[in-house]
């Protein structure tokens, strides 16, 4: 991620305070948890009733994949921009203007696939709460306000909209890191712009088509043998940071129309992998491309033939309407490298990262997704029930790079408190971030989010080996091994999610509301102790370099159970 000559940045900034200062930046009385939450649906202000108890239901779908984009001539093919290789002027500042992708100084040269906000509105009596989720590696919180404050959205009366991110790696930079140079952010206002103009479009296509709605879900699981839980998962992804503890399950929930059931308004569905593959292919030049999410939306709309996936017993047919990928409990690395092969549309295995591998992913995906639709476990809904409960708390910033990548406004809006900004940022004065965590139900689908790349144990649990599918739980020669003792007890977020009544189908929403980076658990979090958050400890221990800190788990996530817990 960041690279390491921000290390030379550190003494110095962190030394200076911030920029801002004034009383407003002095430490707030209440940091950790919180009282309770500030929107709950039925019961609020706003929100008092579910009318008639009728569920409607809407989507939007729009491209901001930007236009007439400015791109270099890579002369050392290294799919990195340096300062002196010619590029396109096309506004004519003598400046390139490139649309920035994941990995630094990386400029894209063309489009793979585009990227989308795609929204789902949910309507009932008073209550009006939007998903959307666009493709993008995270969107910080100043982000996700300027969208829902979009003065197109003003009037609709709408009382909470969740903003996401895919995670694809390849989408335009909307974080901030990895820019042309270290210190210069990859946040462009001309994507931005476009980004807020048209994920606003979706949510108001959305809500103002909303229609009565029955739902057809149903879950199945991305492992190897359907029939063996301990068959492993290679062909879709693998955890590879121990202890190897994850969730294969896909959740699919097809929204109908009441007065038609055999026609889709949208589908909603859930799984967790890195968006990320092609990224690493370096025989082709840096694109935007939005990852296997893009097929995985096409295919459940459109269909897969059985030439186009093994998981396609027969041709299945698309359900239409528009399909809304939501991202799962992803960190710490759930992912189709080292080792994975997705069965190609022949069955061949694909072994080398490639849009070939994204595809064959997201088609794969699609089929086993329509297969479950239609097996006779699927679960046809009329009485779909809807709540909503969102609460804001604080999680403190101990990482020293992102106290500089703030500073330096590398990174996109968020506001800072409980510390002053007029002093030096150290122990007794570190900044702490206003997040938000919501809880949707719709009868029996329980979905909960989680501002950044959520480890998959603090969501199931799984120290047993319950969740590993026939992997090793860990490699016990490895350094700095897990501390199992001190791992978190039960109940998990997974098993708070289904104690709410009526709920049968947990989904983890994550990289929504926020993004933090990693979510670690304390119980295997560990820092190199000469150069912490700058180079990673030996071990499995990449994530720490990129997570608020070591108390990110009590933080983000002990809020998140209380919100859970609230009723």
Not at 91 to 103: P, S
Not at 134 to 160: E, F, T, V, Y
Not at 457 to 482: C, F, H, M, R
Request: include cysteine.
């Amino acid at each position: 991620m960041v690279r390491g000559t921000l290390l030379w940045l550190c003494g110095a900034l962190i030394a200076c305070g911030g920029k801002d200062g004034g009383p407003d930046a002095a430490p707030d009385a209440r940091l950790e948890g919180f009282d309770a939450p500030d929107i709950v649906c039925p019961g609020g202000p706003k929100c008092a009733t579910t009318g008639d108890g009728i569920l409607k239901v809407g989507v939007g779908k729009r491209i901001y994949t930007p236009v007439d984009f400015e791109t270099y001539t890579d002369e050392n093919n290294d799919r990195q921009y340096q300062r002196d290789e010619p590029f396109d002027d096309k506004n004519g500042n003598g400046r390139f203007d490139g649309v920035w992708l994941f990995g630094g100084g990386r400029a894209a040269l063309g489009v793979t696939t585009e990227v989308e906000a795609r929204a789902m509105a949910f309507v009932e009596g008073d209550i009006t709460v939007v998903i959307v989720y666009l493709d993008a590696i995270g969107l910080l919180a100043g982000d996700m306000d300027l969208i829902r404050n979009h003065p197109s959205l003003a009037g609709l009366d709408i009382d909470h909209i969740v903003v996401g991110a895919t995670h694809a790696h390849d989408a335009p930079d909307t974080v901030g890191l990895w820019g042309p140079t270290v210190t210069s952010t990859g946040r462009q206002p001309f994507v931005l712009e476009r980004l807020y103009e048209q994920a606003a479009a979706a949510i108001k296509e959305a809500v103002t088509t909303a229609q009565p709605a029955h739902m057809v879900i149903a879950t199945t699981k991305l492992i190897n043998d359907p029939q063996n839980p301990s068959g492993l998962t290679d062909d879709w992804n693998k955890d590879i940071r121990d202890p190897v503890i994850f969730d294969p399950t896909l959740t699919v929930a097809r929204f109908v129309k009441a007065s038609d059931e055999q026609t889709t308004i949208g589908t909603l569905v859930n799984w967790a992998n890195h968006p990320e593959v092609a990224h690493f292919d370096d025989s082709v030049p840096a694109a935007i491309n939005a990852h296997y999410p893009h097929h995985l939306r096409e295919r459940i709309e459109n269909g897969v033939l059985a030439t186009q996936s093994k998981y396609a017993a027969t041709d299945l047919a698309g359900v239409g309407g528009v399909t809304v990928f939501v991202q799962g409990a992803l960190g710490g690395q759930i992912g189709s490298l080292r080792g994975t092969h997705p069965p190609g549309p022949d069955g061949t295995p694909l072994t080398r990262v490639s849009n070939e591998m994204d595809q064959a992913l997201g088609t794969n995906a699609a089929a086993k997704a329509l297969t479950a639709l239609a097996a006779p476990e699927a679960e046809s809904v009329t009485s779909l029930p809807l709540a909503v409960k969102s609460a804001v708390y604080h999680a403190r910033i101990d990482n020293t790079l992102f106290h500089v990548a703030f500073l330096v406004e590398l990174l996109g809006p968020h506001p800072l408190v409980g510390y002053d900004a007029n002093q030096a940022l150290d122990v007794g004065n570190l900044p702490w971030l206003p997040l938000r965590s919501t809880y949707i139900q719709i009868g029996p689908l329980g979905i909960v989010t989680a501002p950044g790349e959520l480890h998959p144990e603090l969501w199931v649990g799984g120290y047993d080996g319950a969740w590993s599918w026939g992997y090793p739980l860990l490699d016990n020669t490895k350094a700095n091994l897990p501390r199992f003792e001190d791992a978190p007890k039960p109940p998990y977020m997974r098993d708070l999610v289904l104690a709410h009544a009526g709920v049968k189908y947990p989904v983890l929403a994550g990289c929504a509301e926020d993004y933090v980076g990693y979510i670690v658990p304390s119980y295997n979090y560990a820092l190199d102790p000469s150069d912490p958050y700058i180079v990673e400890a030996e071990g499995d221990h990449y994530e720490e370099v990129y997570s608020l800190g070591p108390d990110v788990e009590k933080h983000t996530v002990h809020p998140i159970l209380q919100l859970l817990l609230y009723r």
